[in-house]
């Protein structure tokens, strides 16, 4: 999440929290943050770190995109569009795609044994995600 993501979600922390009727301290300590760390988000003096504002959010009931990606998922997106970022931006549909292109290519091999030499079809990403969802021990009849 941007740094601008993250100061406008957290412009909404107060309010949300006033909502559910909770003080200050009963969501810090729910979200494992000091009450002094919880003021300064609120008042906007502190932008929360990803994970903060995330778990404070899910405390709030607050499910926010990308919470079921891993956080090493969530630290290669970040790496990435950092870079992305810092290049001019008429370059930066080229080197995405070049890092769409890589991550296609690391799936296909990962999923088909090894081959690299063909494009990628619709079925190979269901295969992909019914794999990783067998791995996490999920409900695979609804992929």
Same mark, same amino acid.
């Given at each position: 999440?941007?740094?601008? +993501?993250?100061?406008? /979600? ?7 929290? #006033?909502?559910? +009727?909770?003080?200050?301290? +009963? /969501? ?7 009450? #002094?760390? /919880?003021?300064? @988000?609120?008042? %906007? ?13 899910? &405390?709030?009931? @607050?499910?926010?995109?990308? !919470?079921? #990606? ?6 290669? /997106?970040?790496? @990435?569009? $950092? ?22 290519? +690391?799936?296909?091999? !990962? &999923?088909? %044994? $090894? ?21 996490? $021990?999920?409900?695979?009849?609804? @992929?």
């Amino acid at each position: 999440m941007t740094t601008a +993501e993250r100061t406008a /979600l957290s412009r909404q922390v107060k309010r949300v929290r #006033q909502d559910r +009727e909770m003080t200050q301290a +009963e /969501l810090a300590e729910a979200a494992n943050v000091s009450r #002094q760390t /919880l003021s300064d @988000i609120e008042n %906007g003096s502190r932008v929360p770190q990803d994970a903060v504002l995330r778990r404070i959010m899910g &405390v709030l009931g @607050i499910d926010l995109p990308g !919470s079921d #990606q891993s956080d090493d998922t969530r630290m290669w /997106l970040g790496l @990435i569009g $950092g870079v992305l970022e810092a290049m001019p931006p008429e370059n930066r549909p080229r080197a995405g795609k070049a890092a769409l292109d890589a991550a296609t290519a +690391e799936l296909l091999s !990962s &999923v088909s %044994g $090894g081959s690299k030499d063909r494009e990628p079809k619709q079925d190979d990403f269901r295969r992909a995600a019914h794999s990783r969802s067998e791995d996490r $021990g999920e409900d695979h009849d609804s @992929i």
